[in-house]
């Protein structure tokens, strides 16, 4: 649960042993552990529209298909506020960023 960080209804369900947030001003930094190499799926629940995300320290369009490429991804459900991510773990630890 990220009640405390982001507000009512803010979850995330992952594999990861460990999956942190933080924020940073206009940011929120959500820190991803998962076996290098390996495909990681996240679903987070009660994420506010944000302006841009991105992985790898770069800046990711939106893409429905994301799940069936070997690659990494996200789609946004912003009705619901519904966040689903794909990530090619290409480190051990790996960075998600939402700007505002």
Do not use: C
Request: positive net charge; aromatic residues 20%.
């Amino acid at each position: 649960s990220f009640f405390k960080e982001i507000g009512p209804g803010a979850w995330a369900w992952t594999a990861s042993p460990e999956f942190t947030l933080a924020k940073d001003g206009t940011q929120l930094i959500f820190s991803a552990r998962y076996p290098e190499a390996s495909s990681h799926y996240v679903a987070m629940y009660g994420v506010k529209p944000f302006v841009r995300i991105q992985l790898y320290g770069l800046d990711y369009n939106m893409d429905p298909g994301f799940e069936g490429y070997n690659a990494s991804g996200y789609w946004f459900k912003r009705a619901s506020g519904a966040l689903y991510l794909k990530l090619k773990h290409k480190a051990d630890t790996e960075i998600i960023r939402l700007f505002y």
